[in-house]
């Protein structure tokens, strides 16, 4: 019964994040955002909400293991896996924005920021604040770097012009997406806790792999349907942004609501994982490697993340 309500409470998690992704993106549409905003901030939080939802229930629950091995999972498998489909299924990948340039750093030092709170071995409420923080900061950097990024294609403009735009409507949805994400979120950490105490396994692979990869499902959705349509700055921002807010709002809000244990050197190759899949990224944005090849270095690495992952269980 556990695994059919996990499955159950995943559907809903992405169908919730879903209805809030679509949402926002007409609000930020009809106010003439660009692709890179919408990705990088509306979109991005949007996607992570699962993961928010997540990771807050399975703190309030008093089950750290699973609040921070969701984020380093989601982390990881956005890279390796929705970047990589991105890469391997869209035909061409032509970013406008520089995003070495402009954003790379981004990417980057949450994770560096990560990896000198975990040697405490504890993620405390300051720390949680000081993420949330950094988040904020993300966000003015958006907002006064908007004058330089590309302005919303024709056709984007023309889509939102001949659907009416109702603010009743659109309100409905967005308060039927977040009731659908937190409930799910709810039944998704319980039945996942109870699938790793009848396997013998810990909740912090569990969390890792299960829960990461249901909650991944909206930005690999997003992603490779915003790249089949030739919007790469949306597809790559909404990867960088949702990784951003993993780390700063999903972790930093559960933070907040109860310190996170973390035993570091027990999970060491999990975080060692994320830092390599982000340097990657990095090194993929400088040398503007969005290519197929680029997309299989990514599989590679997650295939070794999933080895040994297994051979842990």
């Known amino acids: ?7 159950l409470s995943l559907a809903s998690l992405i169908w919730g994040a879903d209805l809030l992704i679509a949402q926002s993106e007409r609000i930020a549409l009809r106010f003439n955002i660009s692709e890179y905003v919408i990705g990088a ?5 949007g996607t992570s909400l699962p993961e928010m939802a997540a990771s807050v229930a399975a703190s309030l629950g008093g089950k750290p293991e699973i609040a921070v091995s969701n ?8 890279i390796t896996l929705v970047l990589a489909g991105v890469f391997l299924l869209a035909k061409r990948i032509t970013p406008h924005r520089d995003f070495f340039a402009k954003d790379s750093s981004w990417a980057l030092f949450p994770v560096l920021i990560f990896v000198v709170m975990a040697l405490q071995g504890v993620f405390d409420r300051v720390d949680g604040i000081l993420l949330l923080l950094i988040m904020g900061a993300y966000l003015l950097f958006l907002r006064n770097s908007g004058a330089e990024i590309l302005a919303l294609e024709e056709e984007e403009i023309e889509e939102v012009e001949q659907v009416p735009f109702s603010w009743m409507r659109i309100g409905v949805m967005l308060i039927v997406g977040f009731l659908l994400v937190i409930v799910g979120a709810e ?3 319980e039945s996942a806790s109870n699938i790793a105490k009848s396997l013998g396994v810990s909740e912090w692979v569990i969390g890792i792999v299960m829960i ?3 909650t991944s499902m909206p930005e690999l959705i997003v992603s490779v ?12 921002g909404n990867i960088i942004g949702s990784n951003m807010a993993n780390i700063t709002v999903v972790l930093g809000s559960a933070a907040v609501v109860n310190d996170l244990k973390l035993d570091f050197t027990k999970y060491l190759f999990d975080i060692g994982t994320m830092v390599a899949a982000t340097l990657m ?15 299989i270095s990514l ?10 992952t297994v051979a842990s269980l």
């Open 1 to 7: 019964m556990d695994y059919v309500i996990f499955i």
């Open 41 to 45: 901030t509306l979109i991005a939080l």
């Open 71 to 78: 984020v380093i999972g989601s982390n990881i498998l956005n």
């Open 187 to 189: 039944f998704t950490i």
């Open 212 to 214: 990461s990869l249901g």
């Open 225 to 236: 349907i915003a790249a089949l349509k030739g919007k790469a700055d949306m597809a790559i």
């Open 281 to 295: 990224l990095v090194f993929i944005t400088a040398n503007k490697m969005y290519s197929k090849p680029a997309g």
């Open 299 to 308: 599989l590679v690495l997650l295939a070794l993340f999933l080895k040994h």
